[in-house]
């Protein structure tokens, strides 16, 4: 009887038969779970737009924000405005009037002009012109612009020039003589205070006969007085005007109460000069000397009507551009700057101007 009954399962194998099953499941359904929740989570977290793909070449920072305008533009250095002075926006004094003393070609030393500079240089990298004020008086008529090492920007008849460091020649023949207070306000306007040298005419030659019978100095124009029996005014000893350059100026003076005033002004004044002696081929030691004071532009008034010597005018070409100084050439006649002139005045970076003064 022991035999034919059947086996009796054990506790343990119905307890993992039951169990199995549900454990299964219970896992199943917290993968799940975890699975949806995790979906739901990124998808709060991470925005779906910033993943969009962007345009090539086109800025991210647009993409995901193209609707605010920018708060910042860069704005135009010059302000949308030309930074060309005008010449007629400083006065000019009366030239012709023995009321008010006219100062030539500079104030004295202890008045303060203003001059506009240009100014090199910005915070984007490129030149910029901006406008400073600058004392002119004193040696080198404001040179520098004032601040810094900027150029002293002004207007002489219709040519706009700059200049660390202008210097004049001014040719003081009588063909000059009605024209020097107008050369002298239209200087003041921007180059008041420049280094000047008085010259009788315009001429080149240092091989000259008369400039071999009667050696040229140069003199502070403030300590060369006159000599009676040489310089003597038109109408003086044997009627006629002097060949020296204390002689023309005398003669210009007795005629123009203007130019009497003018070279008041220059007597007074500790950077000004005179040709003395030579007749009218002198000139180079007026050249000699402004690039002696480091001037690095020289404006030549004159009428180019005296003869020069074409080996001179090279060699003073030469020097002009060793030195790095151009020349304005400005023919007060009205006429052309004649052609060895006006290479001079190129070949240095300088140019001409054909006009007569009032015209």
Known sequence: MANSSSPTPTPSNNTILKVGPVSISLLLHLALLFVIGGVVIIERVVPKTSFQPTVLGENIDQVLDNNDPPTDELQDPGGGTSMDIPADSVPVPDAFSSESPLD???VDSSVSSVTWSANIGSSLGTPSVGLTRGSGGGSGGGSGG????GKTVGNLFGKQVSASKLGVIMDISGSAHAYLPLAAAELNRSFAGSPTVLAFGCGLDKNHKLMREDRPKLYLFNEKQPNPEVDFAEGGPENKASRTSLGQIMNAEKKFPSVKNMMDSLRARPNAWVVY????????????KLMEEGCDTIYWFADFEDKNDPSDVKSLTRRLKNKMVKVIAHNFSGRPVPPDIAEMAAETGGETIAKKPGS
Do not use: H, M, N, S
């Open 277 to 288: 002696g030579g007749d009218v081929y002198a000139t180079e030691l007026a050249f000699e």
């Open 146 to 149: 004032g601040i810094g090492t």
């Open 104 to 106: 030539a070609i500079a």
